[in-house]
C-alpha cells in the first residue's frame, strides 16, 4: 500500500537552530511531492513542490526539500528557524497515476522557543 | 482570483443529527477531492468527484457518509446520523486538469459533535 512516514512527530529546536523533517514514502512509480505547513487553528499552506527537474526546490518563507528518488525522500530544511515557524508540517504525495488523491504523512509538530 | 470556498466553517452537532458540508471549488475547477483531518492525525482522503460523477470513493466509511458535486452548485459531503468519532476537520481541494496535479486547498470545515 501507498504510504507517507514522517518519522518526527514533535521537534522542538531554539530560534535560529537549523531545521531537517525527514519524509520518506513508499511507491515505486513517479510521484509529484508537496510540503504544507498548517499554523494553529488554520487551514494548510503550500510550502513548496516537486514536480520534475532540480531535485532542490526552493520553497516559501525560506524553506527548501531535496527529492532523493533513490532513497524515496524529500526531507523539508531550514538553515534557521524563527519562533513563527511554529507550526504542524505535513508532507504529500500523489502519484501521478490513478486519481491523482493525496497521501499525506502523519505530520510533524515544530515548536520553536524564543 | 477567489479560492476554494467551504462552508459552514464550523459546524456543530448533537449525536443523531446530520451534518452538510459544501465545497466550491476554483472557478473552472470541475475535479474536487475530499480528506478529513481527525485530531491528532494527517489528512486523509475520502472521496474523489468530478462534476456528476464520483470517481473514486475508497476512502469514504461505508455508512452515513455520502458526497456529490452536482452540474450546477457546490459539492456536499453529507454525514448521517453522527456520532462523536466524526468530529474532525474537513478539507475539500480542487484540480483544473488531472494533468496538472496540484490540488488547491479549502480553509476547512471543523466539525464538532457533541
Known amino acids: 500500500a501507498q504510504s507517507v512516514s514522517q518519522h518526527n512527530h514533535h521537534v522542538i529546536l531554539s530560534e535560529a537552530a537549523s531545521l531537517e523533517l525527514g519524509c520518506n514514502y513508499s511507491y515505486g512509480g513517479t510521484v509529484n511531492l508537496f510540503w504544507y505547513v498548517q499554523y494553529p487553528g488554520q487551514h494548510l499552506q503550500l510550502l513548496l513542490k516537486?514536480?520534475?527537474?532540480?531535485?532542490l526546490v526552493k520553497g516559501i518563507k525560506g524553506f527548501e526539500a531535496e527529492f532523493i528518488k533513490s532513497k524515496f525522500s524529500f526531507n523539508l530544511r531550514k538553515p534557521s528557524v524563527q519562533w513563527s515557524d511554529t507550526a504542524e508540517y505535513f508532507c504529500a504525495v500523489s502519484p501521478l497515476s490513478g486519481t491523482y488523491k493525496y497521501i499525506f504523512g502523519t505530520g510533524t509538530r515544530l515548536k520553536v522557543l524564543a | 482570483n477567489a479560492g476554494v470556498m467551504q462552508n459552514p466553517r464550523h459546524l456543530v452537532r448533537r449525536r443523531g443529527q446530520e451534518a452538510r458540508l459544501r465545497c466550491s471549488p476554483m472557478?473552472?475547477?470541475?475535479?474536487v477531492y475530499w480528506y478529513r483531518q481527525l485530531p491528532e492525525e494527517g489528512l486523509k482522503f475520502m472521496v474523489y468527484l468530478q462534476k456528476e460523477n464520483i470517481i473514486d470513493e475508497s476512502g469514504m466509511p461505508k455508512e452515513r457518509f455520502s458526497a456529490e458535486f452536482p452540474k450546477e452548485g457546490p459539492s456536499i459531503l453529507r454525514i448521517q446520523q453522527v456520532v462523536r468519532g466524526d468530529s474532525a476537520a474537513y478539507f475539500c481541494a480542487s484540480l483544473g486538469l488531472a494533468g496538472d496535479n496540484e490540488q488547491f486547498f479549502g480553509p476547512g470545515t471543523r466539525l464538532t459533535v457533541l
Open positions: 516537486y514536480f520534475s527537474g532540480d531535485p
Open positions: 472557478k473552472g475547477h470541475s475535479h
